[in-house]
């Protein structure tokens, strides 16, 4: 052992400072980097063991397998070599915790979660060195720093114990025991398991190895037979792999750990708090239907009439909206013509004659002239253009010659004339067509169309003229006989 290496610069930059524990695989001792000022562990190889070739190569080998693996559960590698004094040193990361070895010195029996807790880590970093194909061959409380919550496994990589250094510890697989011993994963899960043995107990797992049991009633029950496990005398009777040994004690540690018990704890208060819930909701519903149905209660027939109660009225009347409109705008009562709808398709309202809507007498219909006060009754219109019932009459003063719809005696025919044709002026009274004189001539626009009625003829008076005249009247119109006097 090295114990003049406190204070002395290794590698012309590592200062040595306080020693962590000691070992025959190498001597771990805080110190700084001389340049940064930043703290590092330092593990030097003891100058008795760095004197064999071979061990210092084993040495080194192992320390640049394990710089090649970053693991949060490992302490990692920074630099490793021989300085110019022919110290062989591997250069690892700090950490502010102390080992395992310190922790069980103070307190011998850990708490089982807590134990676990650094188990389960412990496996995790030892998985990582397994799937590089490596070894670590030394697992034992010196090689574990607790931080906290946190624990690191200080790395080691060989491929036998032989390369590693050092003899076997009580915390050896019983393969690791011999002179030509050959360590493998298996070696490391039983490694762990004694660990875990001597941090729940207080002791090392013995040939005959007793159960945890028997030093203490508060374990879990599952813990007993998965370290019983690992410790097997056997390898091939032990967890075959350090992540398959780490599921298992993951499993328990999560059971017994404070933080999976309260919150199984808070679960169960909810399951319950559910389970009155819903009881309450069936018990609710038991009793509306005893009482709805056992009861015979109708609530229909169980409400009171409001003897204050107001009726309520529609919003529209019952006789619609155009009934209504035409109440208001005839003032009569007369039932026919308050509906439009009685009078048969294809006639015209009121008179016999289809004509006149006037003719039966009764209001006038929808649409015509207001009535008038003081008209004759019942259509209120004034007397002179009061049409009675029947029709209407005309009378033609006889002194006028005649009607103006009939032909006087002279054989006169009336034509029609039609409404876009200007009125042409006529003259009424009968004249005697003059003697040797020509024919009147037809006023130009006068239709000779229409239909055609024929006069009564003129008796002919003898006369040397060969050409018949006719009188002079109104519009000319073609005739079906010789008409005026010769």
């Known amino acids: 052992m090295f114990d003049d290496v406190e204070g002395k610069l290794i590698a012309d930059k590592y200062r040595v400072e306080s020693l962590i524990r000691e070992s025959d695989s190498g001597d771990l001792y805080h110190g700084k980097h001389d340049v940064t000022g930043l703290p590092v562990v330092i593990r030097i190889l003891p ?24 693991h949060k559960n490992l302490l990692r590698i920074t630099d490793f070599g021989t300085d110019s004094k022919g110290t062989v040193y591997a250069i690892h990361e700090s950490v502010n915790g ?31 060195i397994h799937e590089r194909g490596f070894v670590h061959g030394d697992i034992s409380p010196d ?17 036998s114990s032989d390369l590693v250094g050092g003899k076997a510890t009580e915390y050896s697989a019983p393969e690791q025991s011999g002179e030509f011993s050959v360590t493998d994963e298996r070696s490391d ?21 007793v159960p945890m049991s028997a030093f203490r009633d508060d374990l879990h029950k ?8 690992a410790l097997a005398r056997e390898s091939d009777e032990r967890y075959q792999t350090m992540a398959s040994f780490a599921e298992d004690l993951n499993r328990v540690r999560d059971e017994v750990s404070p933080q999976k018990a309260a919150a199984a704890a808070v679960g169960k208060n909810i399951w319950q708090t559910a389970f009155i819930a819903l009881l309450g909701i069936v018990l609710l519903g038991g009793a509306l ?31 619609g909206i155009d009934e209504e409109r035409l109440m208001k705008l005839v003032p009569t009562t007369d039932a026919a013509l308050l509906d439009p709808m009685m009078t048969p398709p294809g006639t015209l309202a009121g008179g016999d004659d289809g004509l006149n809507p006037w003719a039966n007498g009764g209001a006038p219909p929808i649409g015509a002239p207001a009535p008038m006060p ?36 002279g054989g006169v025919i009336l034509v029609p004339i039609p409404a876009n044709t200007p009125e042409p002026k006529v003259d ?15 006023t130009p626009g006068t239709a000779t169309t229409g239909p055609k009625t024929f006069a009564t003829p003129q008796p002919r008076a003898p006369k040397p003229a060969a050409k018949p005249t006719k009188t002079k009247s109104g519009p000319a119109a073609e005739t079906g006989s010789p008409s005026g006097t010769q």
């Open 189 to 209: 899960v039983y490694s762990l398991g004694a660990v875990i043995y001597k941090a729940l107990t207080g002791e090392t797992p013995q040939a005959e190895l």
């Open 289 to 319: 239907i005893y009482f709805t149905t056992g009861k015979k209660t109708d609530p229909e027939t169980a409400m009171t009439f409001d003897a204050n109660a107001m009726p309520v009225q529609p919003i529209g009347p019952a006789t």
């Open 98 to 128: 102390r080992t395992l070895t310190d922790v069980l010195s103070e307190e011998p029996k850990l708490e089982q979660a807590k134990v676990l807790s650094f188990a389960v880590q412990t496996a995790d970093g030892a998985a990582a």
């Open 143 to 159: 090689n574990i720093f607790i931080d906290g919550d946190e624990a690191r496994l200080l790395p080691n990589t060989s491929a």
């Open 222 to 229: 599952q813990i007993d037979p998965i370290v019983s496990t």
């Open 374 to 409: 003081g008209g004759i009754p019942p259509t209120g219109m004034p007397p002179a253009v009061y049409i009675p019932p029947g029709g209407q009459t005309v009378t033609v003063d006889p002194s006028l010659g005649g009607s103006q719809f009939m032909p006087p005696e």
């Open 428 to 442: 009424v009274t009968p004249k005697t067509p003059a003697a040797n004189t020509a024919a009147p001539q037809p």
């Open 47 to 70: 100058r008795a063991i760095a004197m064999d070739a071979r061990w210092a190569k084993g040495f080194l080998d192992s320390a640049r397998s394990a710089a090649s693996i970053d």
